[in-house]
């Protein structure tokens, strides 16, 4: 029983805590905790279990806070490989592909935390403030409230996460190309004038700890990052549900993902920190 629920409730893990290694621990406790209840008293096994592991990530959320209060430079979510639906599951609507993304997943972070977890259980599962109420304890009024105000807060625009796929796909493609290339002009011309890049590299890896912004700027970044290694490496790959790039400069890996809106590049995620890369580069 357990298992045939496990991809969903990784699903939620994720996409609350935005760490794939938490989320794979908040699953193993939810399923100590099944194991240790009179399973045939439970009426709806699906709707207990999403209750067990949003209130365990709920706990955990708080307590990795102060963490990234600390974090050296910026925090990033820690990209997963997602190629046939695993291990998040398949994401059949648009509300479940975008709530994946690296990039909503960062801009999520600006939620508080119930704010978070009413945002995720509605937008992603679909489920009606009655049931999320239940989840977290709250009136069906109140978990109503705190999706009409952690919606508010997701400034910018969503259509920025609702890219067509192969739109996606082939600014990606072309972006590669340029930056194999180390033609800054064109990979320029690929980003919107005011782009956003943000790194994570964890305190282990030097990348810019504050965000970068503008084409020229980014452009230049990149190309210079690449140039200094010797040994350079590309590979498309489907991360969080989107055409991204896994890049190895000489033996270290990074994870580039982005955000497209009007045919441009608008926003880049890079991640470098080889903890956050582990489940991937092996």
């Known amino acids: 029983m357990f298992q045939q629920h496990r991809t969903m409730l990784l699903g ?25 209840v009179d399973q045939s008293a439970i009426e709806a096994p699906g709707r207990f279990l999403a209750t067990v592991v949003t209130r365990l990530s709920i706990d955990r959320m708080r307590l990795v806070h102060r963490h990234r209060e600390t974090h050296v430079g910026q925090w990033l979510p820690e990209p997963v490989l997602t190629q046939e639906g695993r291990p998040l599951g398949p994401a059949e609507t648009a509300a479940q592909r975008e709530t994946l993304s690296l990039a909503m997943l960062r801009v999520m972070q600006r939620l508080s935390v119930p704010e978070r977890a009413v945002f995720v259980l509605r937008e992603a599962f679909g489920l009606p403030y009655e049931e999320i109420g239940g989840i977290l304890g709250l009136g069906a009024a109140h978990a109503r409230q705190l999706y009409r105000r952690g919606s508010n807060h997701m400034t910018g625009g969503r259509d920025r996460f609702t890219v067509d796929p192969g739109l996606h796909r082939d600014l990606v493609e072309r972006f590669l190309l340029a930056a194999r290339t180390g033609e800054r002009d064109v990979l320029e011309r690929l980003l919107a004038q005011d782009v956003t890049m943000w790194c994570d590299g964890g305190g282990k890896v030097s990348v810019a700890l504050r965000p970068v912004s503008g084409a020229e700027r980014v452009s230049r970044l990149l190309i210079g990052s690449i140039a200094k290694h010797s040994s350079v490496d590309f590979r498309i790959a489907e991360l969080n549900g989107q055409a991204g790039l896994l890049i190895r400069l000489d033996s270290q890996w990074h994870v580039c993902s982005f955000e497209v809106a009007d045919n441009l590049i608008i926003g880049v995620q890079w991640v470098a920190d080889p903890d956050k890369l582990e489940h991937i580069t092996t």
């Not at 996409?15 to 194991?35: H, K, P, T």
């Open 12 to 36: 939620v893990a994720y996409r609350l805590l935005g760490s794939f290694a938490d989320a794979e621990d908040v699953v193993q406790e939810a399923w100590l905790r099944w194991s240790g």
